[in-house]
T-cell receptor, first 111, second 113 residues
Framework: EDQVTQSPEALRLQEGESSSLNCSYTVSGLRGLFWYRQDPGKGPEFLFTLYSAGEEKEKERLKATLTKKESFLHITAPKPEDSATYLCAVQDGGSNYKLTFGKGTLLTVNP | DVKVTQSSRYLVKRTGEKVFLECVQDMDHENMFWYRQDPGLGLRLIYFSYDVKMKEKGDIPEGYSVSREKKERFSLILESASTNQTSMYLC????????????FGSGTRLTVV
């Protein structure tokens, strides 16, 4: 059974204070790892897909990296508008459709 | 802009009622999904469909059924609503190959009283 564990559960940063969120996973053959952002009361919004160890993707202040056991979402010089819950999900090699989600990290960036 | 639209943002229903949650996507996606999201439990898959009239159980299908008569529409049915089905329900869709993950709707906050 696929497992996705995100840490920390919650993270509070000051504006400009860079940090990283962790997503560790156990799957039988990773087909893809996905990062989403979710604002309160809304559905998750797609950020990145990573496919293989060593891959990196960037978008504005966010950078996602992938190893064979975990992914990191690095947030550089965050702003208050980066406050959200960040979700990680994996697709295993045996599934064409299903993603397994972690419980998320609630990020709060204070001005 | 491509969209997944859920018919209601908020619903309040009584215990024992039959409840229909509707979801429509305009992206011609093959796959559609229903999740529920609860604090501390994250997103849990209820049912999904990879084609019209096809459906498969997810991790927590008990107490739910689904219908997909048209490609763009996927309905979640609570046969007899119970208080433990109070939750945020999220619909999502994806292409046949899940290369960009899912596109989610805005969610329906269901309260069963």
């Amino acid at each position: 059974e696929d497992q996705v564990t995100q840490s920390p559960e919650a993270l509070r940063l000051q504006e400009g204070e860079s940090s990283s969120l962790n997503c560790s996973y156990t799957v039988s053959g990773l087909r893809g790892l996905f990062w989403y952002r979710q604002d309160p009361g809304k559905g998750p919004e797609f950020l990145f897909t990573l496919y293989s160890a060593g891959e990196e993707k960037e978008k504005e202040r966010l950078k996602a990296t992938l190893t064979k056991k975990e992914s990191f979402l690095h947030i550089t010089a965050p702003k208050p508008e980066d406050s959200a819950t960040y979700l990680c999900a994996v697709q295993d090699g045996g599934s064409n459709y299903k993603l397994t989600f972690g419980k998320g990290t609630l990020l709060t960036v204070n001005p | 802009d491509v969209k997944v639209t859920q018919s209601s943002r908020y619903l309040v229903k009584r215990t024992g009622e039959k409840v229909f949650l509707e979801c429509v996507q305009d992206m011609d996606h093959e796959n559609m999904f229903w999740y529920r999201q609860d604090p501390g439990l994250g997103l849990r898959l209820i049912y999904f469909s990879y084609d019209v009239k096809m459906k498969e159980k997810g991790d927590i299908p008990e107490g739910y059924s689904v219908s997909r008569e048209k490609k763009e529409r996927f309905s979640l049915i609570l046969e007899s609503a119970s208080t433990n089905q109070t939750s945020m329900y999220l619909c999502a869709s994806s292409m046949g190959e899940v290369v960009r993950g899912y596109t989610f709707g805005s969610g329906t906050r269901l309260t069963v009283v």
